[in-house]
């Protein structure tokens, strides 16, 4: 929403400079434009540097990855004296 409203703002700003044009009284007389349009941009500029970020900020995670879990479960064959019976056997390292 927030990258919404910057280019909704940035068009905006454009389009109106664009269109809001006055001629120029004499051909030495853009210093008033020329620090305006500065002014105007380090406002704006501070306000999209200043502003938080989307995603809530950075996410630090602390020692290595976690590795494997300590107990398993395995099928396991054993012969019960008439057959070959496969069962779930939990094994921890």
């Excluded at 664009?18 to 007389?29: I, K, M, N, Q």
């Excluded at 970020?53 to 396991?76: K, L, M, Q, S, T």
């Excluded at 064959?77 to 779930?88: A, C, E, H, Q, T």
Aim: aromatic share 8%; net charge positive.
């Amino acid at each position: 929403m927030k990258k919404i409203l910057t280019a909704v703002l940035a068009v905006a700003t454009i389009a109106g400079s664009l269109t809001v044009t006055a001629p120029a009284a004499r051909a030495g007389d853009v210093g008033a434009g020329v620090a305006a349009g500065l002014i105007g941009g380090a406002l704006l500029g501070g306000a999209i540097a200043s502003s938080r970020p989307a995603y809530g900020g950075p996410v630090y995670v602390e020692g290595p990855p976690p590795g494997p879990p300590p107990c398993v479960w395995r099928r396991e064959r054993y012969w019960d004296g008439y057959g070959w019976v496969v069962r779930p056997v939990r094994v921890c390292y």
